[in-house]
């Protein structure tokens, strides 16, 4: 595969995970395959920016978004930098590229009501299933995790003693959140409920079936969805809103952006600050009912 060496470096340097390298597989695949097709070009070192340009018109006019579009030329931009680095070129292709302008991605998190409404007020069976779908949702609300960590988490990951979670994120990269009181009394329930399960066949992992088997993205997934599909009239229903609420409620309630930043494990700022904009909005209506300038006349 002309693309061995690039992928080497992504398991073995990047770490990145299986879902990501093969993201790039098929991505740069993909962008080798049109080249063959397009211009009878059987190496993608050799193309030039304007077989790219094709590539780019091409997938436009097979009606993929721009976000998917940019998505695919990351991958390959990110391979034409491997390349420099390996000194296998001598000028990337993409050095000037401009990714297409794409629509900001507004996701409304859920307000604190609807969590109050889901953890407070809704009706969970009280065997193995109702606890374990409760616990899959206390510890997107009060850890922030993302799905492939909360299906990945220990038994040894959870140090009572100490009131932490160990959570693995990206290219095994450790981070410690706070063990809040309320989502440890639900992991001990569940820990009773999971001694009893039929079969243990996850070993250490700490979240799964009453079979044994070690819970899915698929099932996280669909627990959230069905839930909040009571609760909430939001489109967006996932995992990664019940992340973003995480972060909006923490920032509302005045956390400091560094501080959300380590929990939610991003490498930089500039990934967190996407959080910020519903704590404005909070920020402008509390001051808008608190200033004096801004009271009416009595």
């Not at 097979?62 to 991958?75: P, Y």
């Not at 009280?126 to 909360?150: P, Q, W």
């Not at 001694?195 to 243990?200: Q, V, W």
């Not at 066949?201 to 044994?212: R, V, Y």
């Amino acid at each position: 595969m002309p693309f061995q060496k690039f992928i080497e470096y992504l398991q073995l340097e990047k770490n990145y995970s299986k879902h990501t390298i093969t993201a790039y597989q098929n991505d740069l695949s993909s962008f080798l395959e049109f080249c063959k097709l397009t211009f009878n070009e059987s190496s993608v070192d050799r193309v030039h920016y304007t077989q790219v340009r094709s590539w780019v018109v091409s997938m436009v006019n097979q009606g993929l978004s721009n976000r998917s579009i940019n998505r695919k030329i990351a991958s390959l931009k990110a391979y034409y930098k491997f390349l420099l680095k390996i000194k296998e070129i001598e000028i990337n292709p993409l050095a000037k590229h401009k990714a297409l302008k794409t629509a900001k991605k507004i996701e409304v998190p859920f307000s604190v009501r609807e969590m109050k409404l889901v953890l407070e007020e809704m009706k969970f069976d009280d065997g193995h299933d109702g606890i374990l779908e409760k616990l899959v949702i206390e510890l997107f609300y009060a850890t922030g995790m993302r799905r492939s960590e909360l299906v990945n988490l220990k038994t040894n990951d959870v140090d009572f003693a100490n009131s932490t979670i160990k959570v693995l994120g990206k290219r095994n990269k450790e981070r410690y959140v706070p063990l809040l009181s309320s989502l440890g009394e639900t992991i001990h329930e569940y820990l009773v409920h999971r001694e009893n399960a039929s079969t243990i066949e996850s070993g250490d992992i700490l979240l799964i079936l009453k079979n044994g088997h070690k819970i899915n993205e698929t099932f996280v997934y669909r627990t959230i969805n069905n839930y909040f599909s009571k609760a909430s009239t939001k489109i967006k229903k996932s995992p990664h809103i019940l992340r973003h609420t995480f972060a909006t409620h923490l920032l509302n309630e005045g956390a400091d952006l560094n501080s959300v930043k380590e929990l939610l494990g991003h490498s930089s700022l500039a990934s967190t600050q996407v959080y910020t904009h519903n704590s404005i909005a909070e920020l402008k209506k509390q001051y808008g009912l608190a200033h004096p300038r801004n009271q009416k006349k009595s």
